[in-house]
């Protein structure tokens, strides 16, 4: 399939593998949870290496007493998951940068009809626009990068609805990662901001049934990490 340039399908072997056993009927619970924490982990060595950059933060000294030039990261970095399934990737994520960062989250889900995003939680550090404030004044306490986490995009609306508030959050760059999304959802969610916007995946499958899930997809993944049925 030809998609956007923004959107990065792993090809790592092992990442596949993984993929095609969280795709799995009889995987359990404990293994699916284990699943996605690796899968994430891999996604997000390949988006960090070209997203982030590196730069020198200082000196230190070695056990020898050899002093060196130590290195951190230069972007400002704040990790977002999408409530309730993304917080199963959130640790994997985490565990990759060498300092901790803000992690906000954000609650949507979708109604079952209309499978619109619905939103129930938002606690990123901002106030919406009103009229005693300019739409347009700057907002300091923006990450400059976004990691928005989220392990399935099916029709891409609540994915769409996340980086509409990143972007009004004032964020410069949103980095979604996903273990897997439908072909449409995807396209719907970087249509949102093209130019903002970069998607790492596992795999992209074709379509979504009526119901709005993917085919063949893994299920619901947010019910299959928590033993709980969502809404």
């Not at 956007?4 to 359990?28: E, N, V």
């Not at 230069?74 to 977002?80: G, L, T």
């Not at 947010?222 to 033993?227: A, E, I, K, P, T």
């Amino acid at each position: 399939m030809s998609l956007p340039s923004s959107i990065r399908i792993s090809s790592h072997p092992c990442l596949q593998a993984k993929l095609s056993l969280l795709r799995s009927q009889s995987t359990t619970t404990r293994e699916t949870r284990t699943l996605v924490t690796e899968i994430s982990t891999i996604l997000g060595v390949e988006a960090f290496a070209t997203g982030l950059k590196a730069n020198k933060s200082g000196t230190d000294k070695t056990p020898l007493g050899i002093e060196y030039e130590t290195q951190g990261i230069e972007n400002d970095v704040a990790i977002v998951p999408i409530l309730r399934s993304g917080l199963g990737m959130v640790d994997a994520i985490n565990d990759l940068l060498p300092t901790s960062v803000p992690i906000y989250h954000l609650g949507l889900f979708r109604e079952r009809v209309t499978l619109q995003p619905v939103e129930y939680y938002n606690n990123l550090p901002f106030q919406r626009p009103s009229t005693a404030t300019s739409p347009s004044a700057p907002n300091t306490a923006a990450a400059s990068i976004a990691v928005l986490l989220d392990p399935i995009i099916a029709t891409g609306a609540t994915a769409e609805a996340a980086i509409h508030l990143l972007r009004e959050w004032g964020v410069q760059k949103v980095v979604m990662i996903s273990v897997l999304g439908s072909e449409g959802g995807v396209r719907r969610a970087v249509d949102a901001w093209p130019e903002g916007v970069e998607m790492w995946l596992g795999a992209v499958d074709k379509q979504c049934n009526e119901r709005g899930m993917i085919v063949p997809g893994l299920g619901d993944i947010g019910d299959r990490l928590f033993v709980a049925i969502g809404k």
